[in-house]
């Protein structure tokens, strides 16, 4: 196998707010110092609390705009690394999940994006991972992402042009759904999006959308839906609802009133939407 890419063309892309000291990156990579990394730092914060860097490896972009989506964006406009991994300030990393991430796009050079496995804090997956590499993710594997879990072709990326639809995310108006817009986009314009069953990260914390109500939810997912799908949106809702109650995360009772926060959520995005064209 050629070797395209080396350890050294991955660079970290982590997302943090109000920080002041770099120590929080210790518990991030308990195998290495993290100074071993390439890392973009982007610190939402305000003037008071301003974070500086003393490694050459540690970038870091001080920002005083809010949301993640916005964090993840700034991050694309200072990027050096020709593979970057998506990051959030409270996962550990695994030994070896840089030679992991080189070794697939290696073997597949010309992928946008290859997804990786995830750990919660006991060590078991996150979620039902596919067991064996895929070559083209299906709106089930899109929709079923986690930001940490991406990894990206910057060349492609940057030829592509695609973003961080800023109305999503946390931070933003519709606090969910920026992974999945995110890689659609790429879908869309025919793109590679792969899938590696490799353990890159661990992820101690329930994620935002395990916080949020039922009608928050499905607020939020009317938007996404719409985002994504157009006029299709409600079949999707209805997909989510079948899901929903096969895996008990929602009662019959609460069908009526999550549907009406799905009609909502679609609404206020139509509307943002037509504001924006005006």
Known sequence: ?????????????????????????LPMFPFSHFS?????????????????SDYSNVRVVNSFERGLSKSRNLAF?????????????????????????I??????????VINFCAINSDGNLMKNYPLH????????????????????????????????????GLGAVFEMGEEAIFLFDFKKKNKKLLFEPQIIVKHENLSSSD?????????IQGALFTR??????????????????????????????????AKKGHQK???MQYENKQ
């Open 228 to 261: 994504i799908f157009k006029n299709n949106y409600i079949f999707w809702i209805f997909i989510k609802l079948f899901f929903d109650l096969k895996q008990r995360k929602i009662e019959f009772r609460n069908i009526k009133n999550a549907l009406k926060s």
């Open 77 to 101: 406009e200072n990027v050096i690394g020709k593979i970057l991994v998506i990051a959030d300030d409270d996962v550990v990393y695994q030994e070896e999940f840089l030679s992991k991430i």
């Open 211 to 219: 916080k949020k109500s039922i009608p928050e939810r499905y607020y």
């Open 36 to 52: 071993n990394f390439t890392i973009l730092l982007i610190n939402q914060t305000t003037s008071e609390t301003i974070l500086t």
């Open 103 to 112: 070794t697939a796009y290696n073997r597949f050079p010309h992928a946008a």
């Open 1 to 25: 196998m050629e070797k395209i890419y080396t350890i050294s063309d991955v660079e970290i892309l982590i997302s943090t707010m109000n920080r002041d000291s770099l120590d929080f990156l």
């Open 133 to 168: 590499s895929k070559n083209d993710l299906n709106t089930f594997d899109i929709l079923n992402v986690s930001s940490i879990e991406i990894t990206l072709n910057k060349s492609i990326l940057e030829q592509e042009k695609i973003q961080f639809d800023e109305t999503f």
């Open 269 to 271: 995005f139509e509307r």
